[in-house]
């Protein structure tokens, strides 16, 4: 085969578990893309597929051994040629993975991704020079959003966390790099940036010896057409009166912070190793609904965690009726090998931990229920995502509502709005999933 008609193959790919794995995806998507192969989004009409998995917790690698089967089936159908895995799947278990997953052609570790023009190459016998240095990402997203990866891996050691062991230390890419990727993201049409990474908020620590979150953020400002910048992932720690000063103050930073709690019992956040203790949780959310109301809070927990005793779970739930949070997430506790919790006593039986997390799940919507309720008959600036065709409707989400982590706002189509327009509404029903809302 020569290298013109290697490029002729056509490459599909399934993106699986977090949006920073996404990010990565859409780099190799892009170093493809610019060599000179073909992109789709059928994987079941292409001659190459990308598995680009997950391995976070036990369900997440389930999903990605589901994805690799089906794939693998579809090779012995003949429908497609190779098949390669990608993401942080291989990265766990790489030494296992050729003897149990036999008909893949080839498992790449994360350090090998920017790789991937070559080694699909190989896999066709043909030698080729390294792939372009120079490309744009091929964004899998729907809408004008983006997710710009700002640091990998992660310097917290959480007992339950499998990051670190997968992804290393923390390291942040240079702010010149980021914005310089922002900067293509928005000439390609691009008006809202959300930064992602483990730890947003410990960003630039171990380059520049100093956090340098807000110094990004500046420099992402003063591109003309970016619209929103969002922040994700936000360790409770570091959210300081600067940060939430500043994200007040800059018209383009959206009031909204993404900021995974994980519990509010001291044993459970000490054995956690969550640098915060209960006392100074409730400080910081009481701080940050006191003198920051602007900004809505997004928070994540985990129930059932080793050692959570009924007194510790209600002290939970208290804490959830108290704080009344914009939005929350729940998640039964995964027992992950070669994590300082997996060896923890106390563990506790899955029925306990599902009864729990369906239980304060419905503690949580009860509060949406009554939020939601006060929104109708407001009005909110709302940035247009995409079009249903099933209901003949438009998707949007407003600067207080992250897109596909909470409640979308739905318009009917006037013949005046466009994918990526930003307008106003009047927010007049919630219909369970999304809200209802009227142009103004």
Known sequence: MTKEELKTKVISAISLGCDKNKVDLEHMLGRLQAYGFQITDDVYNCDIVIVNTCAFIQPAQEEAIANIIEMEDLKKQGRIEKIIVTGCFPERNYSSMKENFPNIDAFLKLRDNENICEKIASLYEVEISKGAKKYSRVLTSAGGYAYLKIADGCNNVCSYCTIPRIRGRYKSEPIEKL??????????????????????????EDLYGENKLIALCEQLSKIKDLKWIRIHYAYPEKVSDELLSYIVKNDKICKYLDMPLQHIDDKILSSMRRRLNEDETRKLIYKIKNNYPEIAIRSTFIVGYPGETRDAFKKLCDFIQESKFDYAGFF?????????????????????????????????????????????????????????????????????????????????????????????????????????????
């Open 332 to 440: 039964p506790y995964s027992k992950e090998p070669n994590t300082a919790s997996f060896y923890m006593k106390g563990h506790l039986s899955n029925w306990i931990k599902k009864r729990r997390h369906k239980k304060i799940t419905k503690l949580q919507n009860a509060i949406v229920s009554e939020k939601v309720m006060s929104q109708i008959g407001q009005e909110m600036i709302v940035k247009v995502d995409y079009f249903d065709d099933n209901n003949g409707e438009y998707v949007c989400h407003s600067e207080k509502l992250s897109p596909l982590v909470d409640f979308g706002v739905r318009i009917v189509d006037n013949n005046s709005v466009k994918v990526n327009d930003f307008v106003k509404v009047k927010i007049y029903d919630f219909d369970g999933n999304d809200y209802k809302g009227e142009i103004i």
């Open 179 to 204: 914005v310089d990727e922002a900067k293509g993201l928005v000439s390609n049409g691009i008006n809202e940036i959300i930064l992602v990474a483990q730890d947003t908020t410990r960003y630039g």
